[in-house]
């Protein structure tokens, strides 16, 4: 297996009193809850955390983007994979990923990518996202056009990075005349893109397509449908008339080991919980505005979230007996892992080792015995 | 005479349509919610006129062209719409989104406009006057933000839809996203050419309306060349519901004053 460690760096001095007067942590949490100085100790302390995954034997340390929020400081990821390139020797540094559609010109993504991995010799990964739905309120982007757009950005990205320019992009949301990329990328043809996703078949179907075979990350989502969305990318990839590697599926997921699962689970219960209740919660209206999903998808989520009924808080206990997120002994995070490895044949495991509230002493020492007691056995 | 409800074809599009009454033509163009159930405001105007209400391509179970991408789109399918009319030029009501839609279309031709009312329209954004954020709002906030009288809000809220109901529902709010996000519920270059609209036009507002503020409609007062502007107090967002036989009695008053 392929171990990545992954990093939210969400605001943990949060007054969660405060957050709760609010429909939630982002876009209209106002930001004097954020205090810079205590801003400024996060972000030193995160970078340190994805500096010593690379020393602890990480594959890959990986950011992401997210505005107007408490649940992650990243805005613009790229600052960050920057501070990391020059602070790490041989750990890829991935960016999974950007949010396509929330930009005017994806070209700009496609340089600072390009310089990335001009700066890195060819350590970058990049991944490409629609964002969170909340995103489109942030930054005004019509949501009804966030499939298209995603498309469309993901096309003159990759023309970007690896046609002769200058050349002449013709599309409905972007149109240059001058595409003519200076530095172009290291990697050839191009950087690695990765699909880190709720999941739904379209995404899966397009990703899998054998033009493009990129890897799929199922993110955030309980053991069966983690499963259940990576053999479906397993079988599209039949049905394309190849066999998937394991390098192809991945998923993310939170993770805390400690020596006992009793010890594990007290210890990671506040950063669970509120990764889940505080940080992510978003009304329905935020987290899905018309349009990013279609139509029809959208129809069938509703159905099942009736079906589900209202949600109270998440506890721990429900998210560990769901397989959301992984939290016990050394052996009982062994067992899942390689359970649900073995289900899919999925060999990319993007670890969530800092999360929610959970401090720097704890993340230090899940790290350590991630490292130790769990990574060698999964190799 | 009772309502008809009709498949209307212009061109490659197919709406539905209800047609109720006689006399003269008076084309209703709804709001960003979708086809309005027929009620007492509808059928005040049917007394009068030859009522005409068109369900938006787009919305509910009208078509949905793909080549519709902005409210600029909907306004020349309009005049489509009115040119395949036939008799004399029309009374054009529109509110909210279809406020703005009528807006659009009579700012690039009135030949087939004998006057235009604007309730509560959307279209032009007022500086330090946002408007209400209806993406945003829980089904509950929605509800409540639209009405003065809670009553309103509280029958809405009870309300439990057919599945049928529910689709049309998702599918309008899908269009309503489509042609109102970005720019929020607004085209920056319509307050430029509303002096082209040279048919009286009655501008009718809501005084408690949380959507739009009824002080917008001093913007378009200000720009429209023949205007007049008529604030219901006591009302919010959709006064043909909350006061319908008062708007529809306003309306019907500045149509046939202007006879």
């Given at each position: 297996m392929k171990f990545t460690f992954f990093h939210?760096?969400?605001?943990?001095?949060?007054d969660m009193a405060e957050r709760h007067k609010?429909?939630?942590?982002?876009?209209?949490?106002?930001?004097?809850?954020?205090?810079p100085k205590k801003g400024a100790d996060e972000y030193a302390a995160y970078i340190d955390q994805l500096v010593y995954a690379e020393e602890l034997g990480f594959d890959v340390i990986a950011v992401n983007e997210h505005h107007q929020?408490?649940?992650?400081?990243?805005?613009?990821p790229n600052l960050i994979a920057s501070a990391l390139i020059q602070r790490t020797k041989k750990a890829k540094i991935a960016v999974?990923?950007?949010?396509?559609?929330?930009?005017?010109?994806?070209v700009y993504i496609a340089e600072e990518f390009a310089m990335l991995d001009n700066l890195s010799r060819g350590r970058l990964i990049t991944g490409f996202v629609r964002g969170i739905g909340n995103e489109y309120h942030a930054s005004g982007i019509n949501p009804f056009f966030s499939h298209e757009r995603y498309q469309e950005a993901h096309d003159l990205i990759v023309a970007a990075w690896t046609?002769?320019?200058p050349f002449a992009f013709e599309g409905t949301h972007y149109n240059l005349r001058y595409v003519n990329l200076?530095?172009?990328?290291?990697q050839q043809p191009h950087p690695p893109i990765w699909i880190p996703s709720m999941g739904s078949s379209e995404t899966i179907k397009w990703a899998a397509a054998p033009e493009r075979k990129y890897p799929f990350l199922v993110t955030f989502s309980g053991r069966d449908l983690v499963a259940r969305y990576l053999n479906m990318y397993r079988e599209q990839a039949r049905q394309f008339g190849y066999e998937a590697g394991g390098d192809q599926l991945g998923w993310a997921s939170p993770v805390y080991v400690a020596d006992t699962d009793e010890r594990a689970r007290e210890e990671a219960r506040a950063g669970i919980e509120t990764l889940f209740n505080d940080f992510l919660a978003v009304p329905w209206e935020m987290l899905l505005p018309p349009g990013y999903m279609s139509l029809s998808s959208m129809k069938n989520t509703i159905k099942m979230r009736k079906a589900l009924g209202s949600r109270a808080r998440h506890s721990m206990e429900e998210l560990i007996e769901s397989g959301t997120v992984v939290v016990g002994s050394p052996r009982t995070v062994r067992d899942q892992l390689s359970r649900l490895r073995d289900a899919t044949g999925a060999t990319n495991l993007v670890t969530m080792?800092?999360?929610?509230?959970?401090?720097d002493d704890l993340t230090k020492r899940n790290m350590e015995m991630f490292a130790s007691e769990v990574m060698p056995h999964l190799r | 005479m009772a309502v008809q409800e009709h498949k209307h074809t212009v061109r490659d599009v197919s709406v539905r349509l209800c047609r109720d009454g006689e006399g003269e033509s008076l084309l209703f163009l709804h709001g960003?919610?979708?086809?309005?159930?027929?009620?007492p405001f509808f059928d005040a105007l049917a007394r009068r006129c030859q009522l005409l209400v068109p369900e938006h391509p787009?919305?509910?179970?009208?078509d949905n062209p793909d080549?519709?991408?902005?409210v600029a789109d909907v306004a020349m399918y309009y005049l489509d719409f009115l040119d395949a009319l036939e008799g004399p030029p029309v009374h054009l009501v529109g509110h909210s989104l279809g406020g703005w839609i009528a807006a659009e279309i009579a700012a690039r031709n009135?030949?087939?406009?004998r006057s235009l009312t604007l309730i509560a329209p959307a279209g032009l954004r007022v500086k330090g006057l946002l408007s209400g954020d209806n993406f945003i709002w829980s089904p509950e906030e929605y509800a409540r933000n639209?009405?003065?009288?809670q009553a309103f809000a509280e029958r809405e809220l009870a309300h439990v839809p057919s599945e049928q109901e529910a689709d049309i529902a998702l599918t309008n709010r899908y269009m309503a996203t489509k042609l109102g996000w970005e720019p929020r519920?607004?085209?920056?270059?319509l307050e430029r050419w509303?002096?082209?609209?040279r048919v009286p036009t009655l501008v009718l507002w809501g005084?408690?309306?949380?959507?739009?503020?009824?002080?917008?409609a001093k913007a378009w007062a200000e720009r429209l060349p023949d205007s007049r502007v008529d604030i219901i107090p006591?009302?919010?967002?959709r006064p043909h519901v909350e006061k319908a036989d008062l708007s529809a009695q306003k309306i019907l008053g500045f149509i046939g004053g202007r006879k």
């Open positions: 939210l760096m969400p605001y943990r001095p949060l609010h429909r939630a942590a982002w876009v209209v949490l106002p930001n004097s809850l954020y205090d929020t408490a649940y992650g400081m990243m805005p613009a999974v990923g950007r949010a396509l559609p929330l930009v005017n010109n994806p046609r002769p320019g200076w530095p172009r990328p290291y080792l800092q999360f929610g509230v959970l401090p | 960003a919610g979708g086809w309005p159930a027929w009620g787009g919305f509910g179970l009208s080549w519709i991408r902005n009135t030949s087939r406009i639209l009405f003065y009288d519920w607004f085209n920056p270059a509303l002096h082209r609209v005084r408690d309306d949380k959507l739009f503020p009824s002080a917008y006591e009302c919010g967002h």
